[in-house]
Protein backbone atom coordinates (compact mmCIF):
# COMPACT_ATOMS: atom_id res chain seq x y z
CA UNK A 1 0.00 0.00 0.00
CA UNK A 2 1.53 3.26 -0.66
CA UNK A 3 -0.37 6.63 0.51
CA UNK A 4 -1.00 10.04 -2.08
CA UNK A 5 -1.41 13.49 -0.90
CA UNK A 6 -1.92 16.43 -2.47
CA UNK A 7 -4.49 14.71 -5.50
CA UNK A 8 -6.26 16.83 -7.28
CA UNK A 9 -9.93 17.11 -6.20
CA UNK A 10 -11.26 15.97 -9.42
CA UNK A 11 -8.94 12.49 -9.33
CA UNK A 12 -10.12 9.51 -11.00
CA UNK A 13 -9.94 5.78 -10.71
CA UNK A 14 -8.77 6.25 -14.69
CA UNK A 15 -6.18 8.87 -13.39
CA UNK A 16 -4.93 6.23 -10.60
CA UNK A 17 -4.55 3.87 -13.06
CA UNK A 18 -2.11 5.94 -15.59
CA UNK A 19 -0.21 6.81 -13.33
CA UNK A 20 0.73 3.25 -11.60
CA UNK A 21 -0.10 0.82 -14.08
CA UNK A 22 3.35 0.26 -15.20
CA UNK A 23 4.15 -0.09 -11.47
CA UNK A 24 2.17 -3.27 -11.81
CA UNK A 25 -1.75 -4.68 -11.06
CA UNK A 26 -3.22 -2.49 -8.84
CA UNK A 27 -5.15 -4.18 -6.10
CA UNK A 28 -7.79 -1.19 -4.70
CA UNK A 29 -7.89 2.57 -4.62
CA UNK A 30 -9.44 3.96 -1.18
CA UNK A 31 -10.13 7.71 -1.55
CA UNK A 32 -10.16 9.32 2.24
CA UNK A 33 -13.50 10.87 2.54
CA UNK A 34 -14.33 13.41 5.50
CA UNK A 35 -16.48 11.94 7.88
CA UNK A 36 -18.34 14.83 8.55
CA UNK A 37 -19.02 16.38 5.59
CA UNK A 38 -18.45 13.25 2.90
CA UNK A 39 -16.05 15.56 0.72
CA UNK A 40 -12.56 13.95 -1.15
CA UNK A 41 -9.78 14.85 1.49
CA UNK A 42 -7.59 15.13 -1.64
CA UNK A 43 -5.50 11.86 -0.86
CA UNK A 44 -5.25 8.44 -0.97
CA UNK A 45 -4.15 4.65 -0.91
CA UNK A 46 -3.40 2.36 -3.58
CA UNK A 47 -3.22 -1.68 -3.10
CA UNK A 48 -1.20 -3.88 -5.14
CA UNK A 49 -1.31 -7.27 -6.15
CA UNK A 50 2.58 -7.83 -4.98
CA UNK A 51 5.05 -5.95 -3.00
CA UNK A 52 7.38 -4.98 -5.71
CA UNK A 53 4.50 -3.00 -7.40
CA UNK A 54 4.37 -1.44 -4.16
CA UNK A 55 8.08 -0.48 -4.31
CA UNK A 56 8.28 0.85 -7.78
CA UNK A 57 4.92 2.77 -7.25
CA UNK A 58 6.23 4.14 -4.20
CA UNK A 59 9.43 5.71 -6.57
CA UNK A 60 7.78 8.33 -8.28
CA UNK A 61 7.74 11.47 -5.30
CA UNK A 62 6.31 14.28 -6.82
CA UNK A 63 4.38 12.71 -9.98
CA UNK A 64 1.74 15.09 -11.75
CA UNK A 65 -1.68 13.77 -11.79
CA UNK A 66 -4.08 16.32 -14.05
CA UNK A 67 -1.66 18.93 -13.55
CA UNK A 68 -1.04 18.94 -10.07
CA UNK A 69 2.32 17.42 -8.34
CA UNK A 70 1.20 14.94 -5.88
CA UNK A 71 3.58 13.27 -2.91
CA UNK A 72 3.83 9.50 -2.34
CA UNK A 73 4.73 7.99 0.90
CA UNK A 74 4.76 4.39 1.62
Known amino acids: TIF ?40 AFVDFADESATIEAAKPHGTLMKGKTSRFDY
Open 4 to 43: IGGLHPEVTDDDMWNTFHECGQIADVRYVMDKNTGEFRRC
